[in-house]
């Protein structure tokens, strides 16, 4: 190499050198360096406005080409599209039987709010951030999150039947007012901070894997290999990535490694027996009827006939009232539960959050005050938007244990 071009390559390289060894990073930062590429790995809480100064920071130093967000394209629009919520067809959320995740998205969204407005950032703000200062530093942006929906659904589907309910019911407990914190205290800045410290995170994410390890799988653990890969496959010598603290250290150790993500997008596909599980509680009460029927015992017959609508007539009404529902949706409950109890493929909550959405008639402003209305339990009710959503999750509880204990009721008649 002529010596004129060894001296500028060399100052080239001390230049460069230079560059990273001048750039003011925080322990929130990761770097990685695979040959000629580097990546910086920003550690953030999502309801933080130091992580959101940190990221802008970040990314005006580096000036990467590439800057890497853990957002999918649904979140993405979730977070940059207010009026999305005009778009929902109540009709078409409760004929698809997309309720209860809607219900329970909105309660997750309502948690990050409530937290958001006390520390005064709007959740996902440092995401957005990162999107905003790689336009202006002429970066490449990059969505390298799983798509949401695949997310909750391999979550949901790797739950037994009392961890589901569990969830929910800590999922739909985030809905109360009284703040974040524990025991309704509010969260204040300095403990959203010391949740993106190492140790600390270490500790919880030990903690979270042994009190519910069927959710921490998919939804950190399989994520982790996910957001790691997608951030290695995008392009440009340098790159930085905005990530939740949580995912680092698990993405550390997936740095340099194949990952089968084809495999991570799959949906979970349900096992050929439990297909036949829906069908139990109708196949059990027509054999029982049938069993009555051949005693030719008019008696028993009746008996279980009325073992059979009592409780599903009176618990789904119970419930659908409990919600506050109109009062010709509590009879349809107390009509309808009985008979689509024996059809699987129909249930209470769907016929009965029709006839509330029908009677309800939301508008798109309600639809528009979604956002606002949901940061309180009173909220959900207010709403006509939610509180429809509300009925038919109650109704279709109140019908399942109806249904249950109809079920009971009978085969105990059957001797």
């Not at 590439?66 to 929902?88: F, G, H, M, N």
């Not at 903690?207 to 997608?230: C, H, N, T």
């Not at 979970?268 to 009460?285: D, E, G, H, N, V």
Request: with cysteine.
């Amino acid at each position: 190499m002529p010596e004129d071009s060894q001296s500028s390559a060399e100052a080239g390289a001390e230049e460069s050198h230079e560059q990273v060894t001048e750039l003011t990073l925080s322990d929130n930062v990761t770097v990685l360096r695979d040959g000629r590429r580097t990546f910086y790995i920003v550690g953030t809480a999502h309801v933080s406005q130091d992580s959101v100064e940190e990221v802008r920071s970040v990314i005006g130093q580096v000036k990467p080409d590439t800057v890497a967000i853990e957002l999918c394209p649904a979140r993405y629009e979730a977070l940059t599209d207010d009026s999305r919520w005009k778009k929902l067809d109540i009709f078409k959320v409760i004929r698809e039987g997309k309720t209860l995740f809607l219900l329970a998205n909105l309660a997750v969204s309502s948690y990050q709010r409530r937290l958001g407005d006390e520390l005064g950032v709007k959740p996902g703000a440092e995401l957005l951030m990162g999107a905003e200062t790689a336009e202006e530093v002429g970066a490449e942006l990059e969505l390298v999150d799983r798509d949401i929906h695949v997310t909750l659904k391999r979550t949901w589907g790797n739950l037994g039947f009392w961890d589901k309910m569990k969830l929910l019911g800590a999922v739909m407990a985030s809905t109360f007012e009284g703040g974040g914190g524990n025991d309704g205290e509010k969260v204040d800045r300095d403990v959203i901070e010391g949740l993106k410290d190492k140790d600390q995170l270490s500790e919880m994410m030990e903690e979270f894997a042994r009190l519910m390890p069927a959710v921490k799988e998919p939804l950190i653990d399989e994520r982790d290999q996910y957001l790691m890969s997608g951030i290695e496959a995008t392009q440009g010598d340098t790159v930085v990535a905005v990530v939740g603290a949580g995912h680092v250290a698990g993405m550390k150790r997936w740095f340099g490694r194949d990952v089968d993500r084809p495999a991570l997008e799959q949906l979970p596909t349900k096992r050929s027996w439990t297909r036949f599980l829906k069908w139990i509680i109708p196949a059990a009460i027509l054999g029982a009827f049938a069993l009555g029927i051949s005693k030719g015992e008019g008696q028993t017959f009746e008996q279980m006939l009325w073992a059979w609508i009592l409780p599903n007539s009176i618990f789904a009404a119970l419930l659908t009232m409990l919600a506050f529902a109109k009062p010709l949706s509590v009879l349809t409950a107390f009509i309808a539960s009985p008979i689509t109890s024996l059809n699987p493929l129909l249930g209470a909550g769907m016929v009965v959050g029709l006839v509330e959405a029908w009677l309800r008639k939301p508008t798109v402003e309600d639809a528009e005050n979604i956002n606002v209305d949901v940061q309180s339990f009173r909220g959900f009710f207010r709403n006509r938007f939610t509180h429809v959503l509300v009925v038919v999750f109650a109704s279709t509880l109140g019908s399942a244990l109806g249904a249950w204990i109809g079920l009971g009721w009978v085969l105990s008649l059957t001797g």
